[in-house]
C-alpha cells in the first residue's frame, strides 16, 4: 500500500477511534527529538533525584557557544595550538606521492583586503585543504601583482607629478605596495588561508625579475616579441599605453559626431558629364565619424566591395545658410541616414560600381593633398554613409587598411594628448579630448580652414566609450613606437592548446570571451611609459633610434639587476648595464653607447610570467580567479606560455562570479553598501551593531554563494543565515563529541574506539541505517569538493546534520546512551555510530570550517595533543555500511512514524506517553518486525523509533499491505530515572532501571 492509500485508510476509518482512545489520555507537551536540533543543554535531563548520579549524561568542556567578543581570541588560539602556521611545510616534507599544484593569481598590491579577495582566497584554501585531506602534496605559493598604474600614481601623486626623479617615485611605489600586502596578507591568514608565508612571490622581487626577462628574452628570439610603430590605447591623462584588460566602456558617452563630405578630386568622364547636365560641378565623399580630432591624420576613405552606391543629389543650407545642391556619394542602404541629417528631396542621379568608387581620389577634409578610396572589410550598413574615414595612427582596423594599401601613418598628437606641430599652426598645442576637437570642427566650418570640405551635419551621439580602468576618464587611440607580442602568430596554438584545459563551471559558455579574445587581437601591446615596473632591457642607437638588444646583453641586465636590484636600471649608467665587450668595441671605434630604453613592461606580462618564474614552467593543476580573469591573467599566461612551451600553463580552470550587496547592487563607498571582511570577521566600531561573526561565517558564506552565479549577495541578513547554520552544525558536533566523552573529560561512559567498538553486523537496525545515511552523505560530499560544488556540500551538510542526526538519530538513541549499563552492546551500537559520525562528519566540514573543525579535536584527543585534522589523509566509509535492504526495511518503519507524529501532533500528545497498537501487512509488517521481533515490548528498536512506551505489534488478519494505528494512554508510570513511561504502578524504576542499577551501572 502506497504511503497515500495508508493516510487515507486511517483518516476514513481509524482515526475517530485514534481521538476516543485519546480522550482519557492526559495532554502533554509534544516532546521529541527537536530540542536536541536546537541545541538544549545536557544539563537539563533528569530533574534532581537519588538516581541522578545513575545516569550516564553527556559531558564536554566544548562550548556551546562563542561569544562574538570571544570569536576572534578563540580562533586566533585555534590557529595557534592547530599549527595553521607550521601546516604547510609540514605537508610539504611528507612522503606522499600525488602533488597538486594550485597557482595563485597575485592579487594587487594596492589598497586593504575586500570582500572579493576573501571569496577568491578561501576557495582556494577550500580546494587546498581538500586535496591535503585527499593525501596530496599541496603546492601553493601565494603572491601579489605590485607593479603598475594605480600604485605608481598613489606614490608620485598622480599625473602632476611624473616628472619626480625615478628612483624617488619607485621608493615610494615600493613603500606603497608592502604596506598593502602587509595588511592583505594579515587579513588572509586571519580567515586560516594556509600557505608558507614567510615564502611568497612578488612581481617586484630580484628573483622574478630575472626570470620574466629572461622569458622575454626567450620570446624575443623566437621573434614573437617586436617593437613596432602601431595604433594603442593610450590614456593622455596618465600619459602611457593601454591593454584592451586595462579598458572599460562607458555605454553613457557622450561623442560630437559629424558628416564631413570631402571634394572629389578624380571623378570618371562619364560621372562629370553627367553633373554637368544636372548642374552640379563638383562631387563630394560623405564620412561620418565620432571622432573629428583624428580628421588631421586621415589617409584613405574607406568603402564596402560588396554593397551598392549611389550619387545622390541634395539641397544643403550651406557655409552662412545660403542654400547650394551638392551631389555626394552614399551607400543605397544608408540612404534613410541621409534623409535624416538633410532637409529637402533627394533625387538619386546614378548607381556606382566598386572599381568606380576605386579610381577615385579626394581632397585631403583640412590639407592640401590628395587621397585613395580603399575597399574596407570592416566597412558595416548600420550608421553613416557606408564610407568611412580612415586615419591609420588612429585605429586598429585603420591600420590594417594602411599596411594593405601602404598608407602612411602620421601621428600627428603627443603623449599629453594634444596636437604637435605636424597638425599645423591652428591646431598645435590643443588637447584632442577637448579644444582641439572644437578646433578641428571650425576649421571644417569656414572656407579658410575646411577649404573645399563640407560639415554636413553635427550631434551629440552617446555610445559605448573605451575609458582607462584606473583614471576613470577617456582614452584614445595613438600611434606610437612600442614593444609588442605577436599575439596573431600565437593564435592558433593557444586555441589548441586551450581545447584541452578544462573549464569549470561547465554550464555556459564562459570560456567564449578568451576564445575571441584571441581570434580578434592581432597584436598585445606590452611597453609601458612608466617607471614602477619591470624595466625593457634594450638599448637605442643614438643616430637612428633603433633597438639595440639580444640575449647577451639582456642576460647581462640580468645579472646586474639580480645582484643590484630593480632599481639598477634607473640607478646606473649604460657602462655598467651593458656587458663589457659592447662597452669595450664602442670605445675602440669612438661610437657613443646606446643609451638605455625608458620603457617598463605590461603588468600583465608581469603577472602573466608567473607560470615561469613561480611554478618553473611546470603547468598547474589549476587556476582559480574571478570572471574578468578570461581577459586577463588567464589570457595573459596563456599567450606567454605557449609561445614558450607550446602549451598552456593550466590543467583546468575555475571561474567564480562577483559579490553586489542585498538589493543585488555593486559595492561602492558612495552608496555606502561596502561589507569589510574584517568587520565580518572581528566585528566593527559599534559591536551592537556589527558583532564579531568569526573567519569560519565568513569562509561559511563563501562556500554557500553558488559558484555559478555571476553576482552573489552578502549583508546583514545573508551572514545572519550563515552564523545560524555554522551554530547548527556546532550544536550538533557538540551533542555527539559530549555523547563519547573524550579523554580526561570524566570517567563516566567514555568511549574508546579501540576496546569498546562491535562489528557492523551486530549494530542495532537503526544504528546500521544511519551508517547506510552517512555513508551516502560522506561520499557526495568529497564527490561535491571534487567538482567545486561547495555550496552542495554546506547545504546538504546543514540538512544532514539537522534532519538526519539532531532530529531523527539523537531524538532516538538518547534513552539507552544515558540509561542503559554503560557497555550494553546496545549502548555500545549507538557509541559506535557516534564515533564515526564525528570522525566523517568533523573531516567533511573541515574544508571549510577548519576552525571548528580543529576545535573539536582538540577537546576530543585530548591526550594526544598531536592529532590535528589537516594532518589526516581521508578514508571514506566502508562499503558494508551501504545497506539497501536496509534502507528500504527503515523507509517503511519511518512511514508510521511518520503518521504517529502527524495524528499526536493535531491532537497535541506527548507520544512518550502512548501504548501504540500497530496493525500492519504485507512489507510493512516484514519492516517492522525487523525492529520489534516480539508482539509486546517497551525495550524494541520500534520503541525506540516511534519513542513511545509500549508497542503491540500485530499482523492484519488478510495480510493486507499498509497500517494502521491505535493509540491509548499507558498504563505504566514514569519511570524516575529514564522518565520513560515504563515502571509499573508503585515503583519508582522501570524493569531496565532496576536491573541497571542493581548491576553497579
Given at each position: 500500500m502506497t504511503t497515500a492509500m495508508a493516510v487515507r485508510c486511517i483518516g476514513a476509518r481509524d482515526l475517530p477511534h485514534v481521538r476516543f482512545l485519546l480522550s482519557g489520555v492526559c495532554q502533554r507537551p509534544l516532546s521529541t527529538s527537536s530540542s536536541f536540533a536546537a541545541g538544549r543543554p545536557e544539563s537539563e535531563a533528569p530533574?534532581?533525584?537519588?538516581?541522578?548520579?545513575?545516569?550516564?549524561?553527556?559531558?564536554?568542556?566544548?562550548?556551546?557557544?562563542?561569544?562574538?567578543?570571544?570569536?576572534?581570541?578563540n580562533e586566533q588560539h585555534i590557529q595557534k595550538v592547530a599549527g595553521f602556521a607550521e601546516l604547510y611545510s609540514w605537508q610539504r616534507g611528507q612522503d606522499r606521492h600525488k602533488e597538486y599544484v594550485l597557482h595563485d593569481g597575485p592579487p594587487y598590491a594596492n589598497g586593504v583586503p575586500h570582500i572579493g579577495h576573501a571569496v577568491n582566497k578561501i576557495m582556494k584554501d577550500i580546494t587546498v585543504r581538500h586535496k591535503l585531506l585527499q593525501g596530496y602534496k599541496v603546492h601553493y605559493i601565494p603572491g601579489w601583482d605590485c607593479h603598475g598604474l594605480p600604485i605608481e600614481l598613489k606614490a608620485s601623486g598622480g599625473k602632476g607629478q611624473k616628472q619626480r626623479d625615478p628612483l624617488e617615485v619607485r621608493a615610494a611605489a615600493r613603500k606603497v605596495a608592502e604596506e598593502a600586502i602587509g595588511k592583505q596578507q594579515a587579513a588572509f591568514e586571519r580567515w586560516g588561508v594556509l600557505a608558507d608565508w614567510g615564502t611568497t612571490y612578488r612581481t617586484f622581487d630580484p628573483s622574478y625579475i630575472t626570470h620574466q626577462l629572461l622569458l622575454f628574452a626567450q620570446l624575443y628570439d623566437m621573434g614573437y616579441i617586436y617593437q613596432d610603430y602601431l595604433p594603442v590605447h593610450y590614456s593622455p591623462h596618465l600619459g602611457t599605453s593601454l591593454a584592451e584588460s586595462e579598458l572599460e566602456y562607458n555605454p553613457e558617452h557622450i561623442s560630437t559626431a559629424v558628416h564631413v563630405a570631402l571634394l572629389a578630386t578624380s571623378v570618371s568622364p562619364q560621372l562629370q558629364e553627367q553633373l554637368r547636365a544636372l548642374g552640379l560641378s563638383e562631387l563630394h565623399i560623405p564620412v561620418w565619424t565620432t571622432t573629428p580630432w583624428t580628421l588631421p591624420s586621415n589617409q584613405a576613405v574607406c568603402f564596402a566591395s560588396d554593397q551598392c552606391y549611389?550619387?545622390?543629389?541634395?539641397?544643403?543650407?550651406?557655409?552662412?545658410?545660403?542654400?547650394?545642391?551638392?551631389?555626394?556619394v552614399w551607400a543605397e542602404p544608408l540612404l534613410g541616414e541621409l534623409r535624416r541629417i538633410m532637409s529637402g528631396d533627394l533625387e538619386i542621379i546614378c548607381s556606382l560600381e566598386g572599381n568606380q568608387l576605386a579610381e577615385m581620389r579626394y581632397r585631403h577634409p583640412l590639407y592640401v593633398r590628395e587621397c585613395p578610396l580603399v575597399v574596407g572589410g570592416h566597412v558595416r550598413m548600420d550608421s553613416g554613409s557606408g564610407l568611412v574615414h580612415t586615419a591609420p595612427a588612429h585605429g586598429h582596423e585603420d591600420f590594417l587598411v594602411s599596411l594593405k594599401y601602404q598608407l602612411p601613418v602620421e601621428c600627428y598628437v603627443n603623449g599629453d594628448g594634444r596636437y604637435n606641430a605636424g597638425a599645423g599652426q591652428e591646431l598645435e598645442g590643443k588637447e584632442v579630448l577637448g579644444e582641439g576637437n572644437e578646433a578641428v570642427l571650425r576649421m571644417l566650418e569656414s572656407d579658410e580652414g575646411g577649404g573645399a570640405s563640407?560639415?554636413?551635419?553635427?550631434?551629440?551621439?552617446?555610445?559605448?566609450?573605451p575609458y582607462d580602468w584606473r583614471s576613470r576618464r577617456p582614452v584614445i587611440v595613438r600611434?606610437?613606437?612600442?614593444?609588442?607580442?605577436?599575439?596573431?602568430?600565437?593564435?592558433?596554438?593557444?586555441l589548441a592548446a586551450l581545447e584541452k584545459v578544462k573549464i569549470l563551471p561547465m554550464e555556459g559558455n564562459r570560456e567564449a570571451a578568451m576564445v575571441s579574445q584571441l581570434k580578434k587581437r592581432p597584436y598585445w601591446c606590452i611597453s609601458r611609459q612608466r617607471v614602477w615596473g619591470t624595466p625593457i632591457p634594450v638599448f637605442y642607437d643614438t643616430d637612428t633610434g633603433d633597438p639595440v638588444t639580444n640575449r647577451a646583453i639582456i642576460e647581462h641586465v640580468v645579472a646586474v639587476l639580480e645582484r643590484?636590484?630593480?632599481?639598477?636600471?634607473?640607478?646606473?649608467?649604460?657602462?655598467?648595464?651593458?656587458?663589457?665587450?659592447?662597452?669595450?668595441?664602442?670605445?675602440?671605434?669612438?661610437?657613443?653607447l646606446p643609451c638605455k630604453g625608458q620603457d617598463t613592461l605590461d603588468i600583465w606580462f608581469d603577472s602573466g610570467s608567473s607560470w615561469r618564474c613561480v611554478l618553473d614552467s611546470h603547468p598547474a593543476d589549476l587556476y582559480l580567479e574571478g570572471l574578468d580573469q578570461f581577459n586577463g591573467w588567464f589570457l595573459c599566461s596563456l599567450l606567454t606560455s605557449v609561445a614558450a612551451t607550446g602549451c598552456a600553463p593550466y590543467r583546468s580552470l575555475y571561474v567564480h562570479g562577483f559579490t553586489v550587496d542585498e538589493k543585488g547592487r555593486k559595492m561602492s563607498k558612495s552608496l555606502g553598501n561596502v561589507v569589510d571582511p574584517k568587520v565580518v570577521t572581528d566585528g566593527g566600531k559599534n559591536k551592537t551593531k556589527d558583532p564579531a561573526c568569526g573567519a569560519d561565517v565568513l569562509r561559511w558564506w563563501v562556500a554557500n554563494r553558488e559558484s555559478e552565479a555571476a553576482n552573489s549577495q552578502i549583508g546583514s541578513q545573508q551572514l545572519s543565515i550563515m552564523k545560524k547554520q555554522v551554530q547548527r552544525v556546532r550544536n550538533c558536533l557538540r551533542h555527539v563529541l559530549s555523547c563519547l566523552r573524550s579523554n580526561g573529560e570524566g570517567s563516566n561512559g567514555h568511549f574508546d574506539f579501540n576496546h569498546h567498538s562491535l562489528a557492523a553486523a551486530d549494530l542495532r537496525p537503526l544504528d546500521r541505517y544511519i551508517l547506510h545515511l552517512l555513508h551516502a552523505h560522506i561520499n557526495q560530499v568529497w564527490r561535491d569538493y571534487e567538482n567545486f560544488r561547495y555550496y552542495t556540500v554546506t547545504r546538504n551538510t546543514v540538512d544532514f546534520m539537522s534532519n538526519t542526526v539532531s532530529a531523527l538519530y539523537f531524538g532516538c538513541i538518547h534513552d539507552r546512551l544515558y540509561c542503559d549499563a554503560r557497555a550494553s552492546s546496545k549502548r555500545m551500537s549507538a557509541l559506535l555510530v557516534l564515533f564515526h559520525l564525528l570522525h566523517h562528519l568533523v573531516l567533511s566540514i573541515a574544508p571549510i570550517l577548519p576552525h571548528l573543525a580543529e576545535e573539536i579535536a582538540l577537546h576530543y584527543h585530548i591526550k594526544d595533543k598531536a592529532w590535528h585534522v589537516f594532518r589526516q589523509v581521508v578514508e571514506l566509509p566502508p562499503s558494508s555500511w551501504h545497506q539497501l535492504e536496509l534502507a528500504l526495511v527503515m523507509k517503511e518503519c519511518l512511514r508510521v512514524r511518520e503518521e504517529l507524529y502527524r495524528t499526536t501532533t493535531l491532537t497535541a500528545t506527548n507520544p512518550a506517553t502512548l501504548h501504540t497498537t500497530i496493525t500492519a501487512g504485507g512489507d510493512t509488517l516484514k519492516s517492522l518486525r525487523v525492529l520489534q521481533t516480539s508482539t509486546e515490548a517497551t525495550e524494541s528498536g520500534l520503541c525506540e523509533l516511534l519513542q513511545v512506551a509500549r508497542i503491540t505489534l500485530h499482523p492484519h488478519p488478510d495480510d493486507t499491505p499498509g497500517f494502521s494505528l491505535a493509540l491509548s494512554e499507558s498504563k505504566n508510570t514514569k519511570c524516575l530515572r529514564c522518565r520513560r513511561f515504563t515502571a509499573p504502578e508503585g515503583c519508582e524504576l522501570c524493569a531496565r532501571c532496576q536491573t541497571v542499577i542493581a548491576s553497579g551501572w
Open positions: 530533574p534532581k533525584s537519588k538516581y541522578k548520579d545513575t545516569v550516564l549524561l553527556p559531558c564536554t568542556t566544548f562550548p556551546m557557544k562563542i561569544s562574538p567578543d570571544k570569536i576572534t581570541e549611389v550619387v545622390v543629389s541634395v539641397n544643403w543650407a550651406g557655409r552662412g545658410g545660403a542654400g547650394r545642391r551638392l551631389a555626394l563640407l560639415l554636413l551635419h553635427r550631434e551629440s551621439y552617446k555610445h559605448s566609450y600611434a606610437t613606437s612600442q614593444w609588442f607580442l605577436n599575439t596573431a602568430q600565437l593564435k592558433e596554438k593557444a643590484e636590484g630593480g632599481d639598477a636600471w634607473w640607478r646606473l649608467g649604460e657602462e655598467e648595464l651593458l656587458p663589457p665587450e659592447v662597452v669595450r668595441e664602442a670605445r675602440e671605434s669612438g661610437r657613443p
